[in-house]
Each structure stands twice: as C-alpha cells, then as structure tokens.
C-alpha cells in the first residue's frame, strides 16, 4: 500500500494537452535567453552589413553638424535646446534601421519557442517572491548553481571569441591611428561586423544547447502524478453520480415530451405487447415519422394513452420490430419502409372514414411484408 502511495506521488506522466494550456493562460511557456541573445546580435549585424555605411555617413553628418555653433547660438539658451532636439532626432533617424531589427528580432526570437501569448496573470503581483527566505534559498539551489556555471561558460566562450578577432585584426587595429577619419571608420565598422557575426555564431551554438534543455526543463516542470491525471479526468469526464442524475433527468424529460406527442400520432404499432410504435404524418410531411417508442412497460404506456386519446392501434408485429429497430424519435421512418407504412396509413384512413360515416369497419390489412434483413426477430425460432 506504501509503494502504491509512492508511485502515486511520483510525476512520472507526461503533462497532458489540458494541463499544457493551462500552463500558457499562466503565462509559463519555454523560454531560451541564449535564444534571444543569438538573435538579436545576429540581427545587429545584419543591420550594420546593410545599413552601416548610410548608418555611419548620416551620424557623422549629425555629428559634424552638432560641433558648428553659431555665435548667436552661443547667448540664447533656447536655440541650443532646439538644436540638440534636432540633432537627437537626426541620430534616432540614423539608428532607426538598427533598432527596428533588434527589436523585430526580440519579438520573434519567443515565438519561435512558445508563439504568441498574452497572459494577464503574468502580470499579477507574487508577494510571495518578496520573502528573503525563499530569495536565500533560491540563491543555493541547484537550478541558481547550474545558471551561474552556465554564464561563467558563456564568459568565457564569449571572452575566447572576441579576443580572438581582436588578435587576428592586431595589426589592422593598430594601422587605425595613422587612418583618416573616413578611411578609419570604415575599417573599424569592418571589423565589428566579422566581430559580431562571430559572437553571433557563438550565441548560435550556446542557443542550439540552451533551447532543448529549456523545453526539457518546461516539460519536466509539469509532469504528472498518477492522482493529478486521475482528478483531471474526474474534473473532465464530471462526476460519475452527477452525470448518472443528468443523464436520469434527460431521459425523463425526452419520456415526457414523448408521451405528449402520443395523442397527435397517426397511428401506433404493436408487436402487441412487447413494442409500440406511434407514427405521425401529414400532407406537409416528407415521409411519416417517428414520435414515440417503447418496449416493455414503456410501450403499454404509449398504447394506454393512444387508446385514451381515440388513436388507431394496428398489431403487426414484425413492422413494429423494424420500426424500433432502425427509427429513432422523431426521425423519418426508413425509406426502405414507405411501402408497408403506405399500406398501414391508408387502413388508418379508412378508419377514420368509418367512425365518420359508421357502415362496415375496415378490415385489419394481414400482408404487411417487412423487407428482408428489416425484422431483427428474422430467422429466429417461433
């Protein structure tokens, strides 16, 4: 009993599609940092392959444009701070191509992850993530030490990397000094690109390792119990002694609206105890359908109440078989018996003509033939 109680609070079970959506309304999907870090930075170096040379031309006319000063300039503190208004704009023009695509890419480096969400209960106040305690002990945790060993990683990835372009271009960096300005430039934005596009890789490579630990991590965060899939199937499927009692209720409500619609039939069919049957049909009808149907106790019911209302009852015991069988309340009977029905519909007819006009009661009809295949009492032994 022990081992089963054991078992039951281990979380070896997959969270399931429930569980999942539940944790995306929180606000808890994968994340990756690594990601979002290799994608920005590639990003930037994009930005700077393709926008760097207008991106450098128009800073450096901004910037030029920002040292002349003009005399009058220089007494009135108001055309200063226009000035410098107008020069900030100039500078955010110039980096506006660098800034979108960092920004586009993080925005999309998430989605590529988790897709869009948007959870307000992310954004509710945890005052509990206030207590010094719990922030003590999540400082010495096991996941705060392997993200601490990570990083340190990273550091040094990261430091090995870019002193490594530094060295390569030793001598292109020292040659800056004797550079003119516009030739300088130009050389050293050269070499922050190959500098970005390879810590850019790097991220890349860090990214490839951090995202699959990061699902991994998500996942195993909210593996299930035994007794949380078997509440969660509770909650979904209902409680069994509810849905008994629903299920109760609609029968006796589909009984009832069924036994009001004994009175209107056309006809009621017998097997003559076992079953019955009550057809209704009118001119505006398609086909004669099915209001009520019943066997055992139910079925004299209906047979009760059709001969307390003055409703035709005609015995034909192999037709009211079919009927049951293969015709649902208010549903068409099957076009497979339009024939036989025809025939019991015209001795209803005749019926009512007789108590209208009295004479010689019609005779029951006796070759009432049920399709082959229709009669599930067919083949049986008498």
């Known amino acids: 009993m022990a081992m089963a109680d054991h078992n039951d609070q281990e979380r070896n079970y997959p969270a399931t599609a429930r569980r999942l959506e539940q944790a995306r309304e929180r606000g808890q999907v994968a994340r ?95 005052f509990a993530r206030l207590n010094p305690r719990n922030g003590l002990s999540n400082l010495w945790s096991k996941k705060a030490l392997a993200e601490l060993g990570k990083a340190l990683l990273k550091c040094a990835l990261l430091g090995t990397i870019g002193g490594a372009v530094l060295w390569y271009h030793r001598a292109e960096i020292i040659g800056l000094v004797s550079q003119e300005a516009a030739a300088g430039s130009a050389a050293l934005a050269a070499i922050a690109r190959t500098g970005l596009y390879a810590l850019a890789g790097a991220l890349a490579l860090i990214a490839a390792v951090d995202v699959p630990l990061a699902l991994w991590r998500h996942y195993s965060a909210l593996r299930m119990t035994r007794e949380e899939l078997r509440e969660e199937m509770r909650e979904m499927e209902g409680d069994p002694q509810q849905k008994a009692r629903v299920r109760s209720i609609q029968r006796s409500t589909a009984r009832k609206r069924m036994m009001a619609a004994v009175p209107t039939a056309s006809v009621v069919v017998t097997n003559p105890t076992h079953y019955a049957v009550a057809l209704e049909y ?82 029951a009809p006796d070759d009432l033939a049920v399709p082959r295949g229709l009669d599930p009492a067919e083949g049986k032994p008498a």
């Open 32 to 126: 990756s940092r690594e990601l979002t870090a290799a994608a920005v930075t590639f990003a930037a170096a994009i930005a700077l392959t393709f926008a760097g040379g207008n991106l450098w031309s128009r800073a450096a006319d901004a910037f030029a444009h920002g040292l002349r000063l003009e005399r009058a300039d220089a007494f009135d503190s108001s055309r200063m701070a226009a000035a410098l208004v107008e020069q900030g704009g100039a500078m955010l023009l110039a980096l506006a191509p660098l800034f979108v695509l960092v920004l586009a890419a993080t925005l999309a480096a998430p989605l590529l992850m988790s897709g869009w969400i948007f959870s307000a209960r992310a954004l509710t106040p945890d």
């Open 282 to 363: 009118t001119e505006a009808m398609r086909a004669p359908r099915v209001v009520a149907k019943g066997a055992g106790t139910l079925a004299q019911k209906i047979r009760e109440i059709a001969d307390a209302h003055g409703v035709p009852r005609l015995e034909a015991p192999p037709l009211a078989r079919a009927l049951y069988r293969h015709a649902e309340v208010g549903d068409d009977i099957p076009p497979a018996l339009y024939t036989v029905v025809a025939q019991v519909l015209a001795y209803v007819y005749r019926v009512r003509e007789w108590r209208r006009s009295g004479g010689r009661m019609p005779s």
